[in-house]
């Protein structure tokens, strides 16, 4: 996943710059500077989730250095972008005196979830992704139903299918919807934070910031051009899975020419929509978000396909 930050200061502080590179991963990127921008993003919108942020990734990152983990992808930060999310999620989509104990322990969970999955699928050329944050996420929200100490918020609160209607009516202010899309991978919206998430890939790959910008613009327009809700669009909430989807599949995980790695881009960003709105139906009823599950199975068809076909 990405490019590199300052030697000598890697030397001196060698688990914050892998925990402020685990920040990083979330973008696919390897760069400390720009997980120093996400975290400023999300600090100016709060502080609170900005502390469970960079703790919920220290917290991965210490799990892969003392459990013996690679140290190569330790220092990568590999082992601190799943945690990182799963953190933030639970803070903010439960709720109760038990809430931050419950997030800070699903980043655990999420830490040790990585290095079995890391196990299983480096092997087989496959990539972790967010399949650890994602299944960790939604087994502990689930969880909640039988538990009294925490409970879900209103933002997640579960709804009938079989009552459910398309609302796709409404107002989409298209400038801060676009810088939404970038917030929204970590929780966020605002002008502020979108700016400086935008900054902060563009600082470490004008490639990759390309290839945001246009997935961003994919997943919005794909969104709009089917009827999508104009609520959701107007929130940035079909760009952020098509953003992480054009970095995974037209740059970090590219195969083959230029060509082919901006149509399978392409391709796979307008995929990511349509699985966006088949994973949101799936799991209306029992009030869980879709996180980063539709980037995650667009990727992985993309990338298995690549495998299988230069196999055969």
Known sequence: MGSVGTEGSEKRFPHLMATMKGISQVLLIENWVTGLLILAAISITSLQLGLI??????????????????????????????????GMALFLYLEGPASWLVAIFGAVIAAAFTASVMRFLQPA?????????????????????????????????PQSL???????????????????????????????????????????????????????????????????????IDAGLYGYNAILTALAVGVVFQAGGTRISVFSAVIASVLTVVIIGSVDTILLPYGLPALTMPFALSTSIFIGARMMMRNA
Request: proline share 3%.
């Open 53 to 86: 942020a960079f703790l919920s990734a220290a917290i991965g990152t210490v799990f892969g250095s003392v459990g013996g983990g690679n140290p190569s992808s330790v220092e990568r930060g590999l082992y601190g972008y799943n945690p990182m999310l799963t």
């Open 125 to 157: 050329g496959m990539p972790t992704l967010t399949f650890p944050y994602i299944v960790t996420t939604w087994l502990i929200m689930l969880s909640s139903y039988r538990f009294e100490t925490f409970g879900l918020t209103e933002e997640v609160v």
């Open 162 to 232: 079989s009552h459910w209607k398309l609302e796709s009516a409404g107002e989409i202010h298209w400038s801060s919807a676009f810088l939404d899309g970038a917030g929204q991978i970590f929780f966020l919206q605002g002008i502020a934070a979108g700016l400086l998430l935008f900054l902060g890939i563009f600082i470490a790959n004008r490639r990759m910031g390309v290839y945001a910008l246009a997935g961003n613009f994919i997943g919005m327009f794909t969104a709009y051009i089917l009827g999508g809700e104009h609520t959701l």
